[in-house]
């Protein structure tokens, strides 16, 4: 079996209070995102930058009606134990949230991909996608061929996080004007690194969201 989920809710909860090993301590908030548009409902987590429009995304086996759902952040601001505040917050993003339903889900599991088998991964193992751009993102699998132009070191995908200001974390909506086609970055938590997507159902099954973390929370913070 998988590594198991930590508690999600204790990510977006503001005002939650972690320290980390570094003895960093983190504060909870959640900044809201827009809509993101699942024409098929397969939805594909990974590093826009890096893969977005290669093909190499599949689509997790977990599927949902097609529609428009919103998409969230946990984020954690971090500071020095009894350091005045600086004049710049420190910001990490910890996890992204994909809604699908607004009830609390009651069981998880990892996300995978068709040939992926939960049931062959160790205690501490997970699926998870790579990141070598210090982003991640959800989207439709039918909008794969969407964003020609996020491709490289300019375009669409860049200008949103430029823009972003104080808010450059995002999560930033980048929308294809020729089919409305739509994605939703973010930065990922400490970098670079592999990260897990987890899937939320409620009591009767139903998927109520997919979230990624990122690692910035400890787990026995959500313990």
């Known amino acids: 079996m998988p590594m198991p989920a ?22 909870m908030s959640v900044v ?19 893969s977005l429009g290669t093909g190499e995304s599949e689509p997790f086996t977990a599927e949902v009606a097609p529609g428009r759902y919103p998409v969230e952040c946990a984020v ?23 809604l699908i339903r607004d ?9 995978h991909q068709a040939g ?28 794969d061929e969407s964003f020609p132009d996020c491709v490289g070191d300019e375009g669409p995908l860049w200008d949103a996080f430029d823009a972003g200001g104080g808010a450059y974390l995002g999560p ?28 939320g159902r409620d009591a009767s099954g139903e998927v109520v969201c997919f979230v990624t973390d990122f690692f910035v929370v400890p787990a026995e913070a959500t313990a």
């Open 32 to 50: 809201k995102g827009g809509e993101l548009w699942l024409p098929t409902g397969r939805v594909v987590a990974c590093d826009p930058f890096v």
């Open 172 to 199: 930033h909506t980048v929308t294809a004007p020729d089919t409305g086609h739509n994605l939703i970055a973010f930065m990922s938590g400490w970098g670079d690194g592999a990260y897990p997507t987890w899937v």
């Open 103 to 111: 009830t609390e889900p009651v069981t998880w599991e990892i996300a």
């Open 76 to 98: 954690a601001t971090l500071a020095e134990p009894d350091e005045p505040p600086a004049d710049e917050p420190h910001l990490r993003i910890a996890a992204a949230r994909l």
């Open 116 to 143: 992926q088998d939960p049931a062959e991964l160790a205690d501490d193992e997970f699926f998870a996608y790579g990141v070598d751009a210090g982003t991640g993102c959800f989207y439709d699998a039918a909008c």
């Open 6 to 27: 930590p508690d999600f809710s204790w990510h977006f909860t503001p005002g939650n209070h972690f320290q980390d090993m570094g003895s960093l301590v983190g504060t």
